[in-house]
């Protein structure tokens, strides 16, 4: 008998978990979770916290991806993965390989191809899937503020590349039908030379107006553009500008040789475009910038290390927190140019985070985390807070596309804030962004969301959000009361005694909703009553009597995070609390 190989055989079962738990975080995200059932996630190639996020589109709402879905109609440039609102899916490019495109009059309803998950690559910074229709594989990585393409053609086939400046995400965030719509306002595409295209895409939708600038550059000379203009073919020009502009690019080259493509993204400009294209991808080498993607995630995610414990388990951990670092999204230029919510463009000397910014879902723990993880990234998150309140006039609450949206409640700027200035992070002003965070609380109107209220103009008047005036009115005095709060220990950080005391009582509203007969958060009218029947259980999605956002009674008669010994003294003590 051999005990040597006895000993190998007992040691490989150890060893291999060994290196599971030594294993490269970047090597155990796992990003195809979540992008089944309703998680809402896409499979993109980006940078931490970049402005690119390029991935396959297979239908036209929601991330843009589903995992039961068997064709990719493009590779857009900007996606938004994660629940909620949707939006993004700009500046699309799709490579065929049939000649006949090069003769088409008419531009398809659906251009597309199938693919099968078995054929379907994704880590962090890259991706890639084998087109079945056309046997193309496509290949995706991606900088901070640009997308890298490569396509491998095959032998003899047409090598061409659609642009499509239609196509994106044709559903806004609502439950109202005459709001659900996502509209080019205007889009242009220019043939620049023989290997540069360019242009620009201005829709609205969930962002009222969504600025997206490209600079797309190829590694082989394009031969011919054909253009279509609302469908039809467009012969003898260089550029097309309208609300309805495609165009498919014929390569030259060598067959067998790969197509790569560079596209530097802009909010700002075409020439915001390629100069972050120049200043961030400046070669054609494809693996180079993919290796860089992964080496870049693997540094952000060995920011935390775990030892032992169930791979699966850590699988969650890791992918969890390689999501969670895609935002706040980058929102400005290598120059410091960004465009703000005024739609206005502005430079700063700091990275302006507000592509996406959703703070009603981030400020509890996502926020948190990263101010620990990546205090730079929350540095410039305070100075983007600030430059949005001289803009606008009051501090961001949910921004897309750098766009003020007033989506969901509350005032959760507030909590970021404080949370930041009491981790150690002051390299800002935060005098000037302390004023702006009184100021916001205080302002009557914000706006209207799903053609809901947004204010304090009640929650100030009646120390609490009457039912018979608001909608999600307990869900709002709730979270306003914690918000004060924040502003309170942000006052007394600074030395602001008088303030403290002001925002401190005003965090104590929560009490004026509290039916101490029924131990519950119940709505309550202007005029001081109950409003009746009431029922715990009860949760009507921004309908009529629906006082708590997305929840019930017995979810948020828990809210109150900043003073657990008031809440539990509300209900008679800690007995009867429990």
């Known amino acids: 008998m051999d005990y040597r190989k006895m000993i190998l055989a007992a040691a490989m079962p150890l060893y291999a978990a060994t290196l599971a738990a030594r294993a490269e975080p970047a090597s155990l995200v796992r990003p195809m979770m979540g992008t089944g059932a309703a998680g809402c996630v896409v499979p993109v190639a980006a940078a931490p916290f970049g402005m690119v996020q390029l991935g396959p589109d297979t239908y036209f709402t929601s991330s843009g991806y589903h995992y039961d879905h068997d064709v990719i109609y493009g590779f857009s440039h900007t996606h938004k993965s994660g629940g909620g609102g949707t939006d993004f899916q700009d500046i699309m490019f799709f490579p065929v390989a049939d000649s006949a495109w090069q003769r088409l009059k008419v531009y398809p309803d659906r251009v597309g191809s199938r693919f099968s998950h078995e054929r379907e690559h994704v880590e962090p910074g890259y991706y890639r899937v084998r087109l079945l229709d056309s046997d193309i594989e496509a290949e995706l990585t991606a900088t901070s503020r640009c997308g890298m393409h490569r396509y491998a053609y095959p032998d003899g086939a ?20 005459d709001e659900d719509f996502d509209t080019v306002k205007v889009s242009r595409l220019e043939w620049v030379d023989e290997r540069t295209v360019r242009g620009f895409r201005i829709s609205n939708g969930w962002a009222p107006e969504q600025h997206v600038y490209f600079y797309a550059e190829f590694s082989e000379p394009i031969r011919s553009c054909r253009f279509f203009d609302r469908g039809r073919s467009v012969e003898g020009i260089r550029e097309l500008e309208g609300t309805d502009v495609r165009a498919v690019l014929n390569f030259g080259g060598r ?31 494809f693996d180079r910038v993919r290796s860089s993607a992964y080496s870049a995630w693997n540094e952000q995610l060995s920011a935390v290390r775990i030892e032992g414990g169930e791979p699966s388990r850590r699988e969650v951990f890791y992918t969890s927190l390689y999501y969670a670092m895609l935002y706040p999204m980058l929102y400005s230029d290598v120059t410091g140019e960004y465009r703000s919510s ?6 700063g000397d700091f990275r302006y985070f507000a592509g996406v910014l959703s703070l009603w879902d981030t400020f509890r723990a996502q926020n948190p985390l990263i101010a620990i993880l990546r205090p730079d990234v929350t540095r410039d998150l305070m100075k983007t807070m600030l430059e949005h309140y001289r ?4 501090l961001p609450i949910w921004t897309l596309a ?14 970021v804030i404080a949370d930041a200035y009491s981790k150690g992070i002051r390299d800002f002003d935060a005098e000037a962004l302390y004023e702006a965070m009184k100021a916001s609380s205080d302002r009557d109107t914000f706006g209207y969301f799903l053609k809901a209220f947004r204010g304090a103009r009640h929650y100030n008047r009646y120390g609490y959000v009457p039912c018979d005036l608001e909608i999600t009115s307990v869900s709002k005095t709730l979270e306003y009361c914690y918000d004060d709060w924040c502003i309170a220990q942000m006052a007394r950080m600074l030395g602001r005694e008088e303030d403290y005391e002001r925002y401190i009582e005003r965090a104590g509203r929560y009490r004026n909703l509290f039916d101490s007969s029924l131990r519950f958060m119940r709505g309550r009218l202007s005029d001081g009553s109950w409003r009746t029947p009431f029922d715990p259980f009860l949760s009507n999605h921004y309908r009529e009597g629906d006082d708590f956002c997305e929840g019930t009674s017995w979810q948020w008669t828990f809210f109150v995070p900043h003073d657990g010994k008031g809440l539990i003294d509300l209900f008679g003590g800690r007995e009867l609390f429990v």
Request: proline residues 4%; contains cysteine.
């Open 342 to 347: 005024d739609s206005k463009v502005y430079r």
């Open 255 to 285: 067959d067998g040789r790969p197509l790569v493509a560079r596209v530097g993204i802009s909010p700002v400009s075409m020439e915001g475009a390629r100069e972050n294209l120049s200043a961030e991808i400046k070669g054609w080498n």
């Open 391 to 394: 803009h606008c006039g009051q």
């Open 158 to 177: 047409a090598r061409q590349l659609i642009v499509d400046l239609k196509h994106g995400c044709q559903h806004s965030t609502t439950i109202f039908a």
């Open 402 to 415: 750098g766009v003020e949206n007033m989506c969901m409640i509350g005032y959760h700027s507030m909590p």
